[in-house]
């Protein structure tokens, strides 16, 4: 189970120097029937680049399919500068060394629109994201340089959003929308940044009758090094490729899901740099149920 977010090596170098223009080959695969109609962007992560299909884009909601055909999992977001700031204030603030253990204090303050969540290798995921004109970064999770995008107002911009299945929101510090049960098999979620700071959606299969706090006495046995009773195995967290890579305060992303009935649990690790603890330890935490029908079970 992934503990805390792999991003520091990728984003103190994020925006450094210059950002390339990569161009991938021709080879994803074809939308489903629910993401027809967007403009898309096409992103292949490979073990030493991020490559996109086009550095032009139109602006509004943009189909982003990311292939992973690096050897390790990984997945690829979208971010440019916060508000009222520029991408040179971008650079500088990215320019700043933080420790391997830290999320860079940038980032806080980025835009940044979303991407899928964990992809495994070999495997492509797909979001609409809604991008507004102006220059971007194409980023991804492993330690691949970025790209830049631009996206500009044209005849080919969609600007109505796609009809969501399921609407999810992330708070401070908590999700909402997982209290009803999900159907299995192919959706559409919409998952909206509520929140005031950073968030991201984590989710995985977990055995049958969990709850939130079996998934906290997880995390507490894992910090202290101690055995909680009651605590699950890291084996018993089974990752799943339906997420979202970071996400903005204000900002909604349009997530692929295909998930199989069961039991699975929706987490944040990005660190609250209040208090320093992971978001998942201050109550981002939610067990929830997936095509069949049963409430969340008691914490």
Same mark, same amino acid.
């Given at each position: 189970?992934?503990?805390?977010?792999?991003?520091?090596?990728?984003?103190?170098?994020? /925006?450094?120097?210059?950002?390339?223009?990569?161009?991938?080959?021709?080879?994803?695969? *074809?939308?489903?029937?629910?993401?027809?109609?967007?403009? !898309?962007?096409?992103?292949?992560?490979?073990?030493?680049?991020?490559?996109?299909?086009?550095?032009?884009?139109?602006?509004?909601?943009?189909?982003?399919? @990311? =292939?992973?055909?690096?050897?390790?999992?990984?997945?690829?977001?979208?971010?440019?500068?916060?508000?009222?700031?520029?991408?040179?204030?971008?650079?500088?603030?990215?320019? =700043?060394?933080?420790?391997?253990? !830290?999320?860079?204090?940038? /980032?806080?303050?980025?835009?940044?629109?979303?991407?899928?969540?964990?992809?495994?290798?070999?495997?492509?995921?797909?979001?609409?994201?809604?991008?507004? *004109?102006?220059?971007?970064?194409?980023?991804?999770?492993?330690?691949?340089?970025?790209?830049? #995008?631009?996206?500009?107002?044209?005849?080919?911009?969609?600007?109505?959003?796609?009809?969501?299945?399921?609407?999810?929101? +992330?708070?401070?510090?908590?999700?909402?929308?997982?209290?009803?049960?999900?159907?299995?098999?192919?959706?559409?979620?919409?998952?909206?940044?509520?929140?005031?700071?950073?968030?991201?959606?984590?989710?995985?299969?977990?055995?049958?009758?969990?709850?939130?706090?079996? @998934?906290?006495?997880?995390? =507490?046995?894992?910090?202290?090094?101690?055995?909680?009773?009651?605590?699950?195995?890291?084996?018993?967290?089974?990752?799943?490729?339906?997420?979202?890579? +970071?996400?903005?305060?204000?900002?909604? #992303?349009?997530?692929?899901?295909?998930?199989?009935?069961?039991?699975?649990?929706? /987490?944040?690790?990005?660190?609250?740099?209040?208090?320093?603890?992971?978001?998942?330890?201050?109550?981002?935490?939610?067990?929830?149920?997936?095509?069949?029908?049963?409430?969340?079970? *008691?914490?």
């Amino acid at each position: 189970m992934r503990r805390a977010i792999g991003f520091v090596a990728i984003f103190c170098s994020l /925006l450094m120097g210059g950002l390339g223009i990569a161009v991938a080959q021709e080879a994803t695969p *074809a939308s489903s029937a629910m993401l027809t109609g967007f403009p !898309e962007l096409k992103v292949t992560i490979s073990d030493q680049t991020i490559e996109v299909d086009k550095n032009k884009v139109p602006a509004g909601y943009v189909l982003m399919t @990311v =292939t992973n055909s690096s050897k390790e999992a990984n997945s690829a977001g979208v971010l440019g500068p916060g508000p009222g700031k520029t991408m040179a204030d971008l650079q500088q603030a990215a320019a =700043t060394p933080v420790s391997q253990d !830290e999320i860079p204090p940038f /980032l806080y303050e980025a835009t940044v629109l979303g991407g899928p969540g964990d992809i495994q290798p070999g495997q492509t995921s797909q979001v609409v994201i809604n991008i507004p *004109a102006g220059d971007w970064a194409v980023f991804p999770e492993g330690n691949q340089p970025p790209v830049m #995008i631009t996206a500009s107002d044209s005849a080919d911009s969609n600007t109505t959003a796609p009809a969501a299945d399921l609407s999810v929101d +992330l708070g401070d510090f908590f999700f909402s929308g997982f209290s009803d049960s999900a159907t299995a098999g192919q959706q559409l979620w919409k998952v909206t940044n509520a929140g005031k700071q950073i968030h991201m959606l984590v989710i995985g299969k977990v055995p049958e009758g969990t709850t939130e706090q079996q @998934v906290l006495d997880t995390f =507490t046995a894992q910090d202290t090094g101690t055995p909680v009773p009651g605590a699950l195995q890291e084996s018993d967290f089974q990752p799943v490729s339906t997420g979202v890579l +970071l996400l903005s305060s204000g900002q909604s #992303i349009w997530v692929s899901a295909s998930l199989d009935a069961g039991t699975y649990v929706a /987490l944040c690790f990005v660190t609250d740099p209040q208090t320093g603890k992971v978001h998942a330890m201050e109550g981002m935490v939610s067990v929830f149920q997936v095509g069949k029908g049963m409430a969340t079970p *008691a914490s």
